[in-house]
């Protein structure tokens, strides 16, 4: 039965005013289940991104004074009011990006647990006393914000990114402007709404909607801007990384992965074929960390391949909002026709598709970006289908002799971000945590894991060496200022 929901157009908030954009366009935000407008959101200018980051500037420097402490209770309270609205974020996200709601509702729960995080450390310190070598003086370091920080993020997680990028960037004291990404502002809108209402100074945290062409880069090359986080496509990545070098501003990438699940004779098959679906599947497969690549010793694969494919086909696609949905559709067209190229690219490339990739059409599937759990097997690691991030719900199986091939193929990739083994051999486990060229290492879990107060990011070109959430957020919002005194 088709529910029947109010359409809202959503306006940027700059300078502590909802203000509509100066083109008097908006960009309409559609739901992947069934094309249905769930909202529409500004067409922004060059002139409304002025407006914002010269707001975030102008209060830069009193935003600052306030103090670390008094800047945590204010998110403590962001925290509270997002709690509050907890059922109605997650309702939006599922409606915009597809994922299902209790999956919706657990993302929305942690962008409230990463905001009380990040609030307690207006309590904590921000230096160190160092000894001195002249015995008569005091040196110690102390944190000092970068100013104004943009915030780009992607329409895969489009509450706990932001999150967890904004709320670091906050309490230690910078000033920000958040460009999120169109397929998932209706939502980001939301969280901003909730932001508004937590009593931030004027200027502090500014929202604007519209085109990475006019917006995203507008802000990575705005001149009063000091350093630009950034989370979304590789070759987006590498514009961001050039134009911020060149300005010689801060900054800081998160670009996907390939990432590998290696399942060796002595794994539980059981546990790893759970952790597999769920780390392949969730989401649709658009995260980051995914399990994209699935590399099991020969001695296992059989087995392995036969209750993989069974566990599969019991996935139950449709709309996020209905009960016993377990994968909502592609987040959008373009995500969708992706995926179905990929697949139809597998077979091209000679690998065999065991299970699913199948595009569900007619009735309930009808005007939806749905497309069934796939799995390919005779997968080898040049193919296109294991080398490059498709950000679907596609797995490919690959063989391996014992675990020396199966870490040489795992590490066969310019990603590394994340990778799991599933194994009850210590000494596999310890070779397998030297060997993997990632920056995130599960064992007997699905690689697909993040906690909030754990150093999140990866090598090569999934990152660009930097850590966020955890305490390593300070290293990137915070500059290092040594200081020395002495009596006179």
């Not at 800047?71 to 709690?83: D, P």
Request: charged share 25%.
């Amino acid at each position: 039965m088709a529910t029947t929901f109010a359409t809202k157009t959503y306006k940027n908030f700059i300078n502590n005013e909802w203000i509509e954009s100066a083109s008097d366009k908006t960009i309409t935000s559609i739901s992947p289940a069934d094309r249905e407008p769930v909202g529409y959101v500004q067409s922004s200018t060059e002139n409304d991104l002025n407006k914002a980051v010269e707001a975030a500037h102008h209060a830069k420097k009193e935003w600052r004074k306030l103090g670390q402490a008094a800047r945590g209770q204010i998110l403590f309270k962001a925290a509270n009011i997002l709690e509050e609205s907890l059922d109605d974020v997650a309702e939006m996200m599922t409606r915009e990006m597809g994922k299902t709601l209790p999956e919706a509702k657990g993302e929305t729960a942690r962008g409230i647990a990463i905001l009380r995080y990040y609030a307690a450390e207006g309590m904590r310190k921000d230096g160190d006393v160092i000894p001195s070598s002249d015995k008569d003086a005091l040196m110690f370091t102390k944190r000092t914000p970068l100013g104004v920080v943009g915030v780009i993020t992607p329409w895969n997680f489009p509450v706990a990114i932001p999150i967890w990028k904004m709320a670091p960037a906050l309490v230690y004291g910078n000033t920000v402007v958040w460009k999120p990404a169109t397929e998932g502002a209706v939502t980001a809108a939301k969280v901003m709404e909730c932001f508004a209402k937590a009593g931030f100074p004027q200027g502090v945290l500014n929202f604007i909607t519209g085109s990475g062409s006019v917006i995203g880069q507008g802000l990575i090359d705005h001149p009063l801007l000091n350093a630009i986080t950034f989370t979304g496509s590789e070759n987006v990545g590498k514009g961001v990384a050039k134009s911020a070098s060149a300005r010689g501003i801060k900054y800081q990438l998160e670009m996907g992965g390939k990432n590998p699940v290696i399942v060796t004779k002595e794994a539980n098959i059981d546990q790893a074929v759970e952790a597999v679906i769920s780390g392949g599947f969730r989401s649709s497969g658009q995260k980051c960390t995914a399990s994209s690549r699935v590399i099991v010793e020969s001695a296992v694969y059989n087995e392995f391949k036969q209750k993989l494919v069974e566990a599969a086909e019991k996935i139950t696609v449709g709309n996020g909002l209905k009960e016993g949905i377990w994968m909502g559709p592609c987040a959008s067209e373009s995500q969708f026709n992706t995926v179905t190229k990929y697949i139809e690219k597998g077979k091209q490339e000679g690998a065999k598709l065991v299970s699913g990739g199948e595009v569900l059409k007619g009735g309930e599937y009808e005007n939806g970006f749905y497309v069934t759990p796939a799995i390919f097997e005779d997968v080898t690691a040049d193919m296109e289908i294991a080398q490059e991030e498709i950000f679907g719900p596609v797995i490919a199986l690959i063989h391996a002799a014992d675990l020396e091939e199966a870490i040489e193929i795992a590490n066969n990739t310019k990603y590394g971000l994340s990778a799991s083994i599933f194994t009850s051999n210590i000494n596999s486990i310890l070779e397998f945590i030297d060997e993997i060229e990632v920056g995130l290492v599960r064992i007997n879990a699905e690689s697909a894991g993040v906690e909030l107060q754990a150093p999140f990011g990866g090598m090569k070109a999934s990152s660009s060496g930097s850590r966020e959430q955890g305490e390593a957020a300070k290293e990137f919002f915070t500059a290092i200022k040594t200081v020395f005194i002495k009596g006179s």
